[in-house]
C-alpha cells in the first residue's frame, strides 16, 4: 500500500516580501492539524534553506541534499523556505551566472511540490519600511543590505523565472501585512 504524499511547498520570493511571516501561518494550521503526538512538532517540518547558501557554490549540492531529505520524509507535511528559484535568481544577480534545474524540477514534480511565490508592491516607501523592520530583528542584515531598486530588481527575477517552472505555483501579494493569505494558500492545497 501506497502511503498518501505530504504537501511539499516551496515558499519563494525576493528578500523582505514576507515569506516567513506567510510560512507561519501555513506551517501553523498544518503542523496542529497533523500532528500525531504532543511531545515532538511531528505534523509539519520547516526548512530556511538559504542562510548564505544560494548564489555559491554550496547552492545545487544543498539543493540536491534537501531533495533527498524530501524523498526521505515524503509522507510528510514538508515547507521549504527557498530552494532552486533562489539559486537561479541570486547566481543571476550576484555571479552573472544562468543555472539549469530541470532534473531537479522533474524530481520535486514526482513529490508533488508547489511553489508559493510572494511577491510586494514596488513601492520604494514600502520596501524601506521592511527594511527598517528587518534591521530591528536582525541587525546583521545591514551587511548585505541594498537600496530598495536592487529588491525591485530581485523581485522581477523572480516573476520572470516562475513563469518558466513546471511545477504549480500560486503568486500571493504580500503588500499589507497581516493578511488572509494563509487562507488562500490552504485553499489551494485543499486543506480549506
Not at 45 to 71: A, M
Not at 108 to 129: A, P
Not at 146 to 157: D, G
Not at 177 to 187: F, G
Amino acid at each position: 500500500m501506497t502511503k498518501k504524499i505530504g504537501h511539499h511547498l516551496i515558499f519563494e520570493g525576493a528578500e523582505l516580501v514576507g515569506k516567513s511571516w506567510l510560512m507561519a501561518q501555513v506551517y501553523d494550521f498544518l503542523e496542529n492539524k497533523y500532528n500525531k503526538n504532543k511531545v515532538v512538532l511531528d505534523g509539519c517540518h520547516w526548512f530556511n534553506s538559504d542562510v548564505g547558501i544560494f548564489g555559491t557554490n554550496w547552492g545545487r549540492p544543498c539543493i540536491t541534499k534537501y531533495l533527498e531529505i524530501l524523498e526521505i520524509m515524503k509522507e510528510k507535511n514538508i515547507l521549504f523556505e527557498k530552494f532552486h528559484l533562489s539559486d537561479i535568481v541570486y547566481n543571476r544577480l550576484h555571479q552573472k551566472k544562468e543555472l539549469n534545474y530541470q532534473r531537479v524540477e522533474q524530481k520535486l514534480k514526482k513529490l508533488q511540490t508547489k511553489i508559493i511565490l510572494c511577491k510586494i508592491s514596488e513601492d520604494e516607501n514600502i520596501i524601506k519600511k521592511r527594511i527598517a523592520d528587518r534591521l530591528k530583528l536582525c541587525p546583521h542584515y545591514e551587511r548585505i543590505l541594498r537600496n530598495p531598486k536592487w529588491y525591485i530588481k530581485q523581485q522581477r527575477e523572480y516573476l520572470k523565472e516562475i513563469k518558466k517552472t513546471n511545477l504549480p505555483y500560486l503568486i500571493i501579494n504580500m503588500t499589507k501585512i497581516p493578511n488572509n493569505n494563509a487562507e488562500k494558500v490552504l485553499k489551494w492545497i485543499g486543506e480549506l
